[in-house]
């Protein structure tokens, strides 16, 4: 495909069903899961504005930043802290609507409000996430998660 997204819809939902099969398309035949994972922030982040799209992958007991799009980030975070290590060590989607109201949240920006991290996982093992932040509160809802799940089962399947 030409490496241009055309985003049609107006809300959510339409959008990430327009979004997702050129993110497939673009990464299908691409042997870099790295590269997979730069376009894949890139394109998140060109669809919908968010504020900071990137993927920690885990190295240890640690998660080590890894592609993203937006302002400078926390380069490592620990097992269990910070929503990216409770999305690593619940093995399920967090989403946060006021990151304030999260305990032990880890603010790489005080532009950040609202945040959804989610797991890439293969046979119960996390071995990376997906963490998207918004600047506004209570930006994300079931349908991010329902679609950005999606988008994560694909990546692993690339993995
Ligand atoms: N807020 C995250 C840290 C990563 S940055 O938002 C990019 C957390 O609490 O895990």
């Not at 920006?109 to 990376?128: A, I, R, T, Y």
């Not at 600047?135 to 690339?158: A, G, I, P």
Request: hydrophobic content about 45%; proline content about 4%.
């Amino acid at each position: 495909m030409s490496e241009q997204l055309i985003i049609s819809g107006q809300t959510k939902k339409e959008k990430y069903t327009s979004l997702l099969p050129q993110i497939k398309a673009l990464t299908e035949h691409e042997p870099s899961f790295i590269a997979n994972l730069a376009n894949t922030a890139a394109a998140l982040k060109e669809a919908f504005g968010f504020f900071w799209v990137g993927f920690y992958l885990v190295e240890g007991n640690q998660l080590v930043l890894g592609p993203f799009q937006g302002p400078i980030a926390c380069t490592r975070i620990s097992f269990g802290k910070g929503v990216c290590g409770a999305a690593w060590q619940r093995k399920e989607a967090v989403l946060v609507p006021d990151v304030k109201q999260f305990p032990g949240h880890i603010a790489c920006s005080d532009l950040s409000k609202s945040e959804v991290v989610l797991p890439l996982m293969k046979d119960q093992f996390v071995f990376g996430i997906l963490d998207v932040d918004s600047d506004k509160l209570n930006d994300f809802d079931e349908v991010d998660v329902e679609y950005l799940t999606q988008l994560c089962t694909w990546l692993v399947s690339l993995h």
